[in-house]
Every structure is written in structure tokens, then in C-alpha cells.
């Protein structure tokens, strides 16, 4: 069945970085645009990057930008997400999501459960 | 970047009730407008897409209204699962914003 699996969450201090992964199946991953989205303690849910199909295309949130770097490896049917220079404010599960367009066409149709990224010194 | 806000952010009802949650852009944006509900510990799960189009696999009495920056998501009849929190989100641009969301509670 279609099914995303993130992972590389944990405890990291602030200033410091973490790689998140986000392991895809039952479906052509090179043929979808893919999303992060972030969800800190208690609120909202938050767009942080979207990437093309084919990785040429990356947008990411003003609070990410500079900060953080999506990537893919359609060879490994996998998504990243580089964090760079965390900050507490980054505390939040970190979702991917999957776009049903080869480009970004802004709706997730299919989402994983997340990964838990704690910014704490 | 485009602001979405929601109302109410939060309402009680009964099973069976008609629910209607209202979602504001601070700018049009056409019908680029979905819908997502989220139980607690749980991912979110995409019902509407493009204003009005219901997602494979979602009830009918889901059903979304609306084009330009006023929108519209309604239950027609509420059920036991259907208690959760209601996000919409903007397509028509980057950043992709979400609004802040409504908690539907049981009554």
C-alpha cells in the first residue's frame, strides 16, 4: 500500500543540525512532488518545502529559508530534509507529504506519521 | 504571503448535527483551497481539494463551497469520527499557508 516513513528525528542542540528521511512505497515516487510539513507542540500545522518530481524545483517557508534544504533520491525512493542552525522555535513532528502533481501543486494526499524533532540544550 | 484564518476555532455539536467551518484568504485565490481533518496523533488526512472536490474514499456528507477568498467546508450530519480538527490551506501560491484550525468537540 502507498505509505511514507519518516525517520531522523531526536533530541539535537540548538545551533546544531539533523538530516530528517522520509521512506516512500507502494507508489512511483519519481513521478510526485513531495512536501515537509511541521507541527510544533500543541498547534497548528505549518508548510516548511516543497520539491519537484525531479528535485528542480525546491520553495520553502520564510522561517526555514536559508536554514533548512529539501532533497531527493528517486533511486532510493526517499526525501530529505536538511536542518541546519536549529532553534527551539523548531521543535515540532515533521511530516512529509505526498503531492499528487509532478510539480507542486499544493495539496498532500498522502501524508506519514511523522517524525519528532526536539531543539533542547 | 497569503493569510488564512478560520471560524470559529472551535465548536461543540451533537452527532447528527449540521457543521459549517469558514475559511478566509487574505487575497483571492481562486479555488485553490483544500481541506484537511486531523485526530489527535494522527496525520492529517486531505477531504477536499480545489474548493469543492471531494477526495477518493471521503464521506459525502463532507462537502466544500467557495471561490475567491471565502470558503466553506460542511458535515451534513455529523458522526462519532467526525470529531477532530479542521484545517484548510491555501495551493495558490508559495509559501503553502494553513489556517489556524477548528476543533469540532462533542456537545
Known amino acids: ?121 | 504571503d497569503i493569510q488564512m484564518t478560520q471560524s470559529p476555532s472551535s465548536l461543540s455539536a451533537s452527532v447528527g448535527d449540521r457543521v459549517t467551518i469558514t475559511c478566509r484568504a487574505s487575497q483571492r485565490i481562486s479555488s485553490y483551497l483544500n481541506w484537511y481533518q486531523q485526530k489527535p496523533g494522527k496525520a492529517p488526512k486531505l477531504l477536499i481539494y480545489a474548493a469543492s472536490s471531494l477526495q477518493s474514499g471521503v464521506p459525502s456528507r463532507f462537502s466544500g463551497s467557495g471561490s475567491g477568498a471565502d470558503f466553506t467546508l460542511t458535515i451534513s450530519s455529523l458522526q462519532p469520527e467526525d470529531f477532530a480538527t479542521y484545517y484548510c490551506q491555501q495551493s495558490y501560491s508559495t509559501p503553502f499557508t494553513f489556517g489556524p484550525g477548528t476543533k469540532v468537540d462533542i456537545k
Not at chain 1, 15 to 44: D, N
Open chain 1, 1 to 121: 500500500q502507498v505509505q511514507l516513513v519518516e525517520s531522523g528525528g531526536g533530541v539535537v542542540q540548538p545551533g546544531r543540525s539533523l538530516r530528517l528521511s522520509c521512506a516512500a512505497s507502494g507508489f512511483t515516487f519519481s513521478s510526485y512532488a513531495m512536501h515537509w510539513v511541521r507541527q510544533a507542540p500543541g498547534k497548528g500545522l505549518e508548510w516548511v518545502a516543497v520539491i519537484s518530481y525531479d528535485g528542480s524545483n525546491k520553495y520553502y517557508a520564510d522561517s526555514v529559508k536559508g536554514r533548512f534544504t529539501i532533497s531527493r533520491d528517486n533511486s532510493k525512493n526517499t526525501l530529505y530534509l536538511q536542518m541546519n542552525s536549529l532553534s527551539a522555535e523548531d521543535t515540532a513532528v515533521f511530516s512529509c507529504a505526498r503531492d499528487p502533481a509532478y510539480d507542486a501543486s499544493g495539496r498532500m494526499d498522502v501524508w506519514g506519521k511523522g517524525t519528532t524533532v526536539t531543539v533542547s540544550s
